[in-house]
């Protein structure tokens, strides 16, 4: 079974830290908020808490 998943482009050229990289790639969530918590994130892609939905639904 094949699901279409959001393909999220996260833009290096606007953060040079985590706490960078963080603003970012929740600016790409839909309403969550990730703080670098790097287990928190491994939620997120696996389809768990703030996961993305697809394009921007």
Do not use: C, H, K, Q
Not at 4 to 31: I, Q
């Amino acid at each position: 079974m094949t699901r279409d998943l959001p393909v999220l482009v996260v833009d290096g050229t606007r953060f040079s830290d985590l706490d960078g990289f963080a603003r970012e790639f929740s600016r790409l969530l839909n309403g969550y908020t990730w703080r670098g918590n790097l287990d928190a994130l491994n939620d997120v892609l696996r389809g768990g808490s703030g996961r993305p939905t697809a394009a921007g639904s």
